[in-house]
């Protein structure tokens, strides 16, 4: 059998319905019956019983595909595993995230990922916002998701993969938890709860101003270490803090408003890596997540996909120098 015949046969078994295996495969109308009909003429017997209302496979058919299926499987995967080898896209790849929505795609990724290079497992790790570089810098990660901007000597900015409208999360009790928005000029009137920590100051910046556009101070008030201590902070009515508007989606609780910005620009999410550190594990997952980011459907708070193209993406990825000898 050609491997043609083969894949028409398994996926026809499976749908019973040639428009449907036609537009899986990809192939004109009308292909897949003749591919099946000179597949039985070939072996002398029917594969499958077909009338105008139905496709149903023979007990001939049954057998072969009970026979097939895993072997064809099986070469697949053998495939897939030597194209990974060769491309040393094998061992650990650790890849860090800074959220609950970027933690989302990264494990549908991861999920795809290893379909695609069997042989190299995905590791997926928070990573603490009072300590945004640290783990990558010390080897504990490879690739990380988190904000941007990211302006490192020792650091590669890749592509953004997903954008995200502001909020301002408030107490119940503030009084901007009464109001439909806030703009950034609000930030003056209320202290902020900002993270602790070792981040650069330009990123830290890009999330605590501490001036608003027209100039007037803003008061950093009390700091934390964790992402919860805000919550219980702003709960508290002690400050109020900056964030994502999804957030509402994955840290709503008793006691909190998420107040969308009318006027903040969007927070980038993208990738970073180690510039000593663009191994084929790294080039690999960066363009499957890559892939995965352009053909996600836009959902209700996300603002944009990748700024780049795909292409461009890969491009610019690819012109990073690769570690001789490094998987």
């Given amino acids: 059998m050609e491997r043609h015949e083969i894949e028409a046969f398994l996926v026809l078994a499976e749908e019973l319905h040639f428009g449907r295996t036609t537009e899986r495969l990809g192939l004109a109308q009308g292909r897949v019956s003749q591919i099946i009909k000179k597949l039985e003429r070939r072996l002398g017997v029917q594969l499958f019983d077909r009338t105008s209302r139905r496709v149903e496979l023979t007990a001939t058919g049954r057998r072969l595909h009970d026979d097939l299926a895993p ?5 697949l995967e053998g495939i897939a595993r030597a194209k990974a080898v060769g491309k040393g896209v094998i ?19 991861a999920e795809e990922f290893r379909r695609d290079y069997p042989d190299c497992a995905v590791e997926t790790q ?13 080897g504990s990660l490879n690739l990380q998701l988190t904000e941007f901007p990211v302006d490192e000597p020792d650091l590669v900015a890749g592509p953004v993969i997903f954008s995200e409208p502001r909020a301002l999360l408030v107490a119940e009790s503030h009084p901007f938890a009464r109001r439909g928005s806030v703009c950034t000029e609000d930030l003056a009137r209320t202290p902020l709860i900002v993270m602790s920590g070792s981040s650069p100051q330009y990123w830290r910046d890009n999330i ?3 001036a608003t556009p027209q100039g007037r101070p803003i008061t950093h008030g009390l700091t934390a270490t964790y992402w919860g201590e805000v919550l219980s902070l702003v709960a508290s009515g002690l400050g109020v803090s900056p964030a994502a508007l ?10 909190l408003t998420f107040v969308p910005f009318t006027d903040a620009p969007p927070l980038e999410y993208g990738l970073i890596w180690r510039r000593d ?8 997952f960066v363009e499957t997540l890559v892939r995965i980011a352009a053909a996600r459907p836009v959902e ?3 603002v944009a996909t990748p700024q780049r193209t795909r292409a461009e993406s890969v491009s610019a990825l690819r012109s990073t120098r690769p570690v001789a000898g490094a998987h």
């Avoid at 072997?71 to 070469?75: G, T």
């Avoid at 860090?96 to 990724?109: N, P, R």
């Avoid at 550190?277 to 690999?284: L, N, Q, S, Y």
């Fill in 71 to 75: 072997a064809y499987r099986q070469i």
């Fill in 277 to 284: 550190g663009c191994t084929a594990r790294v080039r690999a």
């Fill in 246 to 255: 999804r957030a509402a989606r994955y840290h709503a609780r008793p006691g």
């Fill in 91 to 109: 061992g650990t790849l650790r890849v860090g995230f800074s959220s609950q929505w970027a933690s989302d795609i990264l494990l549908k990724t």
């Fill in 208 to 210: 605590y101003p501490h």
């Fill in 126 to 138: 928070e990573v603490q916002l009072a300590d945004t570089f640290g783990p990558l810098r010390a």
């Fill in 300 to 302: 209700d708070h996300a």
